[in-house]
């Protein structure tokens, strides 16, 4: 059996190495239902990552519920 010659005719300057690869599958992460917010450059210096944002956020949530001053009529 003879084995097929493969030629490869990406150019040298390709550099594969930064492609962002798709996953599929079932594996794969799911943003389904999932709200994404884009941070202003300086606050996303203050949170590196999602845990750190929703943290604060439920912080302010909570601390805002129990310093809520009754509305006066």
């Known amino acids: 059996m ?5 030629h490869d005719d990406l ?5 594969l190495k930064n492609l962002r690869v798709r996953e ?3 594996g794969r992460r799911s943003l389904a239902g999932r709200l994404v917010i884009q941070l202003e450059p ?5 949170f590196p990552d999602t845990a750190s944002v929703n943290e604060a956020l ?4 909570r601390i805002t519920k ?4 009754p509305k006066q009529v």
Not at 2 to 6: L, P
């Open 2 to 6: 003879n084995k097929a010659v493969m």
């Open 11 to 15: 150019l040298p300057e390709y550099d």
């Open 42 to 46: 300086d606050v996303a210096e203050v």
């Open 66 to 69: 129990e310093n809520k001053v």
């Open 58 to 61: 439920r912080f302010l949530i």
């Open 24 to 26: 599929i599958g079932p």
